[in-house]
């Protein structure tokens, strides 16, 4: 594979997010909706999902119906942290780069990816090689952040806000951190090979002075309410949409599990600490039960 240009990514290495952005955070009521949005959305059993930038496992519970979860995240802080807890039986660790992904086409009949295109610079890229990932038929869940939140459209009314909530290009409102237009996110969704379909609108009562004086139960029933409009417009915080995979899948050897992110071989010899190309002659590295495919093991 050449060498293109790399998008920048938003690196969580060692980061706090776990105990900074949700434990005792006052976000119960954001991660309870987004649990009751996936459980409608996607399908409870299946062989093998990719759970992308899978963070510390804060959602990999719901995804125990599949044979397999493969938990994919840049991080491996992050990852370690979710080892611990979920072990090794039904699940894999993988650090890598979304847009240099390391699987053979066609191995997984599901994906997820919560709070993540967030930080996707290139999301044409990103959905496209996960599309790659999928089998045809497959279940992608995607969550994105919604421009065209009700919150924007007053901020920007009253002009405490320069950017259009209504227009379709994504906003950087701080460094890799983007909004998307929901119209914006499917074209993306069809150009890169899926069929967007049911779409659930989530956390619309994202807002500090009603958590505070509302009980949290309350608003997680409205907001598991309010998510069934979701099909018909959407004005929320957050949006879920399920998509299938669509159109022919890439060839792939029968079998064939890893593809080197470097040359895009198939063939990856599995040593005790480490895999290794026969094609390219990368090696990539395994260990604490995490499989490295962020940058290849220094020759020698
Ligand atoms: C906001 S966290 C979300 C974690 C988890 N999905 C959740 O909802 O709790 C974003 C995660 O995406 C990962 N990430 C960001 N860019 C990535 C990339 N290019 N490749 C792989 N992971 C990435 C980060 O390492 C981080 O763990
Ligand atoms: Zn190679």
Redesign the pocket.
């Known amino acids: 594979m050449p060498e293109q240009h790399r998008?920048e990514?938003?690196?969580?290495?060692g980061?706090t997010?776990r105990t900074d952005?949700?434990e005792g955070q006052g976000r119960e009521y954001e991660d309870r909706v987004?649990r009751i949005a996936i459980r409608r959305l996607l399908p409870p059993t299946g062989e093998r999902l990719l759970?992308?930038?899978?963070?510390?496992?804060?959602?990999t519970p719901l995804f125990s119906g599949y044979k397999q979860v493969v938990l994919?995240?840049?991080?491996r802080s992050?990852l370690e942290f979710a080892r611990q807890h979920y072990g090794d039986e039904g699940f894999l660790y993988v650090a890598?780069?979304?847009?240099r992904m390391p699987f053979a086409p066609g191995l997984f009949d599901g994906a997820?990816?919560?709070?993540?295109l967030?930080?996707?610079q290139d999301p044409l890229a990103?959905l496209s090689g996960i599309r790659e990932a999928m089998r045809q038929g497959g279940v992608f869940l995607l969550?994105f952040a919604n421009k065209q939140n009700l919150k924007a459209i007053a901020r920007w009314a009253l002009r405490r806000q320069d950017w259009n909530p209504f227009t379709p290009e994504p906003v950087e409102f701080v460094k890799l951190n983007y909004d998307f237009h929901p119209r914006y996110v499917r074209e993306t969704l069809i150009r890169a090979g899926f069929k967007p379909g049911r779409t659930l609108t989530v956390s619309h009562f994202r807002l500090d002075l009603l958590k505070r004086i509302i009980p949290t139960g309350v608003l997680v029933a409205l907001d598991s309410m309010a998510q069934l409009t979701g099909d018909l417009w959407q004005l929320s915080p957050s949006v879920f949409v399920r998509s299938e995979a669509v159109g022919e899948d890439s060839p792939a050897p029968k079998g064939a599990f890893w593809r080197c992110p470097a040359c895009g071989s198939f063939d990856l010899e599995e040593g005790e600490d480490r895999l290794i190309c026969a094609d390219c002659g990368a090696q990539w590295g395994k260990h604490s039960g995490i499989y490295d495919f962020k940058e290849p093991l220094a020759e020698g």
Do not use: K, N
Not at 9 to 13: S, T
Not at 51 to 59: H, I, K, M, N, T
Not at 112 to 116: A, D, E, F, G, Q
């Open positions: 998008p990514i938003c690196d969580y290495e980061s997010y952005f949700w987004e759970e992308l930038g899978a963070g510390f496992g804060r959602l994919l995240d840049y991080s992050q890598a780069d979304i847009y997820t990816m919560v709070r993540v967030h930080h996707m990103a969550e």
